[in-house]
């Protein structure tokens, strides 16, 4: 199942073919056309940017479960929306709709549906912040109990504060994104959630609009002691199907620490429509 899983998925994620645009095109709009692919791809490293972005990202993860020859694919669905409140503030709308197959990772079986949803929503200032400053974003995390199958969530709603710091010059973007969510309701026979999570970002754009990136999306789970850390090596490139901005991106993942059943390695590949405000 596995085998023939992941082909399809890499076809469906990557079928689409970037167009460049025509070496007869006057010199003017291919200069202006270079400028704007440079700021898409510098606003796609900064989560508090005033950009339409809808990544598709696809997650491979093998390793775990019972014999530790688990694996695990999961679609999440990440758009960031901006809405602007006024001339001062912005609230950013950030939605993660995972959607998962999982083999070997729960005893010997298979499970797959839509996952628990995560939504956060940022208050941050309108104005882009000057060359070299820090943008930043406050604001509530909420998690939703949408798992189609019990094994692939919590059956508990969380809420909890969600911080994002993020600081670009000379081409390098430095960040973090933070969050902690607490339980407040749902099952009484599952465990309560307190979950803090951390993502630390170090990214560099070339002039090409190549983006190299080192981040970790770590998770803490106060309940049980215990530290989940991947370890991401990532590179994305901005191009042009037509008219429209697509990024695509591929990367690797090591588990630094994982609980007990845990997966030992990982590949990614997203693509992100880019879509005028």
Do not use: C
């Not at 689409?16 to 025509?22: D, K, R, T, W």
């Not at 989560?47 to 694919?73: C, E, K, R, W």
């Not at 190549?210 to 991401?232: A, H, M, R």
């Amino acid at each position: 199942m596995t085998t023939k899983l992941i082909p399809m998925i890499l076809l469906t994620t990557w079928g689409v073919s970037p167009v460049f645009a025509q070496t007869n095109a006057p010199a003017g709009d291919s200069q202006s056309s270079d400028q704007q692919l440079g700021e898409i791809a510098r606003k796609l490293n900064n989560p508090t940017a005033s950009l339409i972005s809808v990544p598709l990202q696809s997650n491979f993860d093998f390793g775990g479960g019972p014999n530790d020859h688990g694996f695990q694919y999961k679609l999440n669905l990440q758009p960031l929306i901006p809405f602007k409140l006024n001339e001062h503030w912005k609230i950013l709308s950030r939605s993660i709709v995972p959607f998962l197959y999982q083999e070997n990772r729960i005893g010997t079986g298979s499970q797959s549906g839509l996952g628990d949803i995560s939504q956060t929503f940022w208050l941050s200032p309108q104005k882009d912040a000057k060359s070299g400053a820090p943008t930043w974003g406050l604001g509530p995390v909420f998690l939703l109990p949408t798992a189609t199958d019990n094994l692939l969530g919590a059956e508990k709603w969380g809420v909890g504060p969600s911080l994002v710091v993020v600081r670009q010059v000379h081409g390098w973007t430095y960040g973090a994104l933070i969050s902690h969510t607490w339980s407040f309701a749902g099952d009484d026979n599952r465990q309560d959630l307190s979950n803090t999570f951390l993502e630390p970002l170090l990214a560099y754009q070339t002039r090409t609009h190549t983006t190299f990136t080192i981040n970790s999306e770590s998770t803490y789970d106060w309940k049980n002691e215990q530290w989940t850390v991947p370890l991401n090596a990532l590179v994305s490139q901005v191009v042009k199907l037509g008219k429209m901005p697509l990024s695509f991106q591929f990367g690797v993942r090591y588990y630094a620490a994982k609980p007990s059943g845990g997966p030992d390695w990982g590949l990614r590949f997203t693509a992100t429509l880019v879509l005028p405000e």
